[in-house]
């Protein structure tokens, strides 16, 4: 007889204490979630390793904190790489005709949270040690609402979260081009025109579409809808996704503001 694998032990032992909780289908991605921790939090702690050796002078001229930032935008980086064009690729491709938007569910997009949602998990904790409220309520509202996915509710639409981290990794290679001695460079320059495209492409424009299409959908009448959406769901959701897009618009004018200062305008001379 062939031994269980320990996703099929974790699996067996979880599922029903995670179905009373609402959330069944939770337990097959459980050894993802615990392994994506595991992943994330070990690319933070080889990045502490290696960092230093890569750039010496840089990090050996920095103070604790920001020795600690520049391992969380390595890590922040990955996981945008990763995370952002495959969740994009499921959310345009996914057939909305023959899908339910609302509580469908499918293993490999479940996979996909698995390791976002470990990610979230990780930033939170570590928004919550050496950054701001801002940054720490976004990671906290972002795990809150990856959690309703295995119920499974907006599994789909939910992604726009995920394609929002689109324009992440430019904004981790401005960051580590400031601590590189490269503020100003034209590669800087180059490396923010990508930022603010695509950031006001993937957060302002079409995570404003989505974050709207989400709350309409949930406030839609009920018999659109196949199964019964609990109010205190409408709610999180409606003021999550504003809260969220507030956050959005907050931070790219501070981007805005950042940028110019690298790069004041030259003035003209008569």
């Known amino acids: 007889m062939a031994r269980a694998t320990l996703s099929e032990t974790v699996h067996t032992y979880s599922a029903p204490y995670l179905a009373e909780l609402g959330l ?16 994330w939090f070990s690319l933070q702690f080889l990045s502490a ?15 604790a904190t920001k020795r600690v930032q520049w391992d969380m935008h390595f890590v922040a980086l990955v996981h945008s790489v990763i995370v952002a064009p495959t969740a ?7 057939d909305r005709n023959t ?18 949602y470990g990610y979230f998990i990780w930033d939170t904790i570590q928004s919550l040690r050496y950054e701001g409220l801002q940054f720490f309520v ?7 609402a990856a959690t309703l996915v295995w119920h499974p509710f907006l599994m789909y639409d939910g992604l726009g979260i995920l394609i929002w981290e689109a324009s992440t990794p430019f ?23 990508f930022l603010l495209t695509s ?12 974050s709207y299409s989400i709350i309409t959908m949930l406030w839609a009448p009920a018999e659109l809808h196949k199964h019964h959406i609990p109010l ?12 969220l897009n507030t956050l959005n618009y907050f931070w790219f004018s501070k981007m805005v503001q950042a940028i110019q200062k690298r790069f004041p305008k030259k003035q003209k001379t008569t």
């Open 99 to 116: 899908t339910d938007m609302v509580f469908g569910y499918d293993y490999y997009t479940g996979q996909l949270y698995a390791l976002s």
């Open 138 to 144: 976004h990671g906290a509202l972002a795990t809150v």
């Open 49 to 63: 390793g290696v960092s230093p050796l890569l750039f010496p002078k840089q990090l050996n001229s920095m103070n």
């Open 171 to 193: 904004l981790n290679i401005h960051w580590f081009m400031d601590k590189l001695g490269m503020t100003g460079s034209k590669a800087q320059l180059i490396n923010a025109g």
């Open 24 to 39: 069944p289908y939770l337990a097959p991605h459980l050894v993802t979630v615990i392994r994506a921790i595991l992943f």
């Open 232 to 243: 205190l769901w409408k709610l999180f959701y409606t003021l999550g996704l504003v809260t």
């Open 88 to 94: 994009l690729y499921i959310w345009a491709t996914t």
């Open 199 to 210: 950031y006001v492409v993937m957060r302002l424009i079409l995570g404003v579409y989505i």
